[in-house]
């Protein structure tokens, strides 16, 4: 059985890919073509896992997921599906910081196994994307715009161009990792603990370094880059893009980093305070 789905899946995949690269590739974007398949099959198990959520939340924490309300239960499985992929993202993104292939050519460097994580990590960022248009008026313009670029970003990426870039772009999820462990905390009614504040601490101080300093920076030395045109040999529309992306991500940062300088003050001084005053009294 296990034979027939697998030969029946190989043959789907030879039959398809050449028509897919007959689409694509006139888009300098061979690596629809070879990785299309990993790319889908990633957003349905993406897709499957968000689904069982429910069930593996009542059976794991009960209690908890109990007592959530049913816009509480949904944000608490997208924060948890997001919190999975952050880790993944981190992991391969650490892994792969030092690579002396995508490192010594900023530009046409090119890793075919990391070409494969970045194809897992796409199926996450679709799936993201088709949450933001399904619920458009819960996460509003900014968030479909973030989940939008990476998905684009990710088709130019894995075929080849600016690979480099994947890492700089991709490792503010290191940062996300925190968040998402704050909003999960936040739903468990941990709020008030030692643990809440210091793993809000550690994301403050992972966005504002990672997102504000590596991010930034690498933004700006290939906004130069595609001013100059000194690009190398990578396809000129596509770091037009990638460097339009950073820009739009930096601006991006710096409106959430209003959000997170209110919660700053809220979680880390304005709580502490209101503890005090109940002592007083």
Excluded at 20 to 46: C, E, K, N, Q
Excluded at 140 to 146: E, F, I, Q, S
Excluded at 169 to 192: A, C, Q, T, W
Aim: proline share 2%; charged share 15%; glycine share 6%.
């Amino acid at each position: 059985m296990i034979d027939a789905l697998l030969s029946g899946y190989s043959q789907a995949v030879n039959a398809l890919s050449p028509v897919v690269h007959r689409i694509f590739d006139p888009l300098h974007m061979t690596g629809v073509g070879t990785y299309w398949h990993i790319m889908l099959l990633s957003l349905g198990a993406h897709h499957l896992f968000f689904r069982m959520l429910p069930v593996l939340s009542k059976l794991t924490f009960p209690h908890t997921y109990g007592r959530l309300s049913d816009v509480d239960k949904r944000t608490w499985a997208v924060c948890f599906l997001s919190l999975i992929h952050c880790v993944f993202d981190a992991c391969f993104v650490l892994a792969y910081i030092h690579n002396q292939t995508l490192n010594s050519d900023k530009m046409r460097g090119r890793d075919k196994d990391f070409e494969i994580y970045l194809s897992i990590a796409q199926g996450y960022y679709m799936w993201d994307m088709l949450l933001c248009i399904r619920n458009y008026k819960d996460y509003g313009p900014m968030y479909l715009v973030h989940a939008s670029l990476g998905v684009y970003s990710l088709l130019i990426l894995t075929s080849g161009h600016l690979q480099f870039y994947s890492l700089v772009y991709l490792l503010p999820e290191v940062s996300s990792v925190f968040l998402n462990i704050r909003h999960l905390m936040k739903l468990s009614g941990k709020s008030d603990t030692l643990l809440y504040k210091a793993n809000f601490l550690v994301f403050v101080i992972s966005f504002i370094g990672i997102r504000f300093g590596i991010e930034a920076y690498h933004s700006v030395v290939l906004a130069k880059k595609v001013y100059y045109r000194t690009t190398g040999d990578a396809y000129y529309p596509f770091a037009v893009f990638i460097s339009v992306m950073g820009i739009a991500l930096t601006t991006l940062n710096f409106i959430w980093m209003r959000q997170i300088a209110a919660a700053t003050y809220y979680t880390l001084f304005k709580s502490n305070s209101k503890k005090l005053e109940r002592k007083s009294e």
